[in-house]
């Protein structure tokens, strides 16, 4: 598990406290599978109104004041809170954030970490983070998620639903201007493995054509979905002649999960 030990034991000791609008997000969640890239800097929590920050907060912070840990808050607003968790030898940063309660799909419970944010919005946050700043660890995470969650071009035709103001060309535009760093931009970054510049270009480069011809096929009446396949019971970035087998899945507050009727239906 990419976390550090400490964040590690973190998550599991406030899993309990988990809820669906309560969970991990951000690169904490994205990460915490054996298969990416990084180790996040800090364990990000997202709540779904103001008023739920502060409560969950309050019963985090017990908790690991019960425990023998360390929190020294750093800042503090309605909705917002970051704090250092600390103990002799280790310490990480936490936050506790408002997120929009409109996404894609439900939390997801992990085994270690409870509620989740499910890995595809994790996606589109990441995109749209990526769009919004020029940091090498977005760079990273959106190229992981090219490989391992869903291709690029499906989450810039989803990202759009997301936020409106954008289009998926749009979109295409902004982030075709990321890309290029030096080997000094990563040395802040603790990477499970050093990253190779030309293999990164290759692949960006690649992601973006591929994305391109992507968005470039999809109906415009369809902006801002995902595209669900029956047959393979999950979310695809192209699929085979049988147009028929793949669904578009549009977001709402709190996301809803496909479900298969039959093979001729699809209920959200």
């Known amino acids: 598990m990419p976390l550090t030990e400490f964040q590690a034991r973190i998550a599991e000791l406030l899993a309990a ?3 669906p609008d309560s969970y991990l997000a951000g690169g904490a969640a994205l990460h915490i599978e054996p298969n990416s890239v990084r180790y996040s800097n800090d364990l990000d929590y997202f709540h779904d109104s103001a008023e739920r ?22 800042m503090q607003r309605v909705g917002f809170v970051r704090s250092v968790v600390a ?18 799909l439900p939390p997801v419970r992990h085994p270690q970490a409870g509620f989740c944010l499910h890995p595809i919005d994790l996606a589109v946050n990441k995109l749209l983070a990526l769009i919004g700043r020029n940091e090498p660890r977005d760079f990273l995470d959106t190229l992981h998620v090219h490989r391992e ?3 690029l071009g499906a989450v810039c035709w989803a990202a759009a639903g997301k936020d409106p103001g954008f289009t998926p060309p749009l979109i295409l535009s902004r982030i075709r201007r990321r890309g290029a760093y030096r080997p000094e931009d990563f040395a802040s970054l603790r990477l499970r493995q050093p990253v190779d510049l030309t293999t990164l270009k290759t692949e960006w480069l690649s992601a973006l054509e591929q994305a391109e011809g992507f968005i470039a096929s999809r109906p415009a009446e369809e902006i801002g979905c995902l595209y669900y396949s029956r047959s393979l019971s999950r979310f695809v970035g ?11 899945h549009y977001g ?12 001729k239906s699809v209920r959200f």
């Open 252 to 263: 709402r507050p709190g996301g809803v999960l496909p479900v298969i009727v039959d093979r």
């Open 87 to 104: 103990e002799t030898s280790s310490s990480t940063k936490v936050e506790w954030a408002h997120d929009s309660a409109w996404r894609f």
């Open 238 to 248: 192209s699929w085979a002649a049988d147009a028929n087998d793949v669904v578009p």
């Open 149 to 151: 969650v869903l291709p």
């Open 17 to 19: 406290n988990r809820t």
């Open 53 to 74: 920050v502060g409560s969950a907060y309050d019963e985090d912070r017990a908790l690991l004041e019960k425990t023998g840990l360390e929190v020294r808050v750093l």
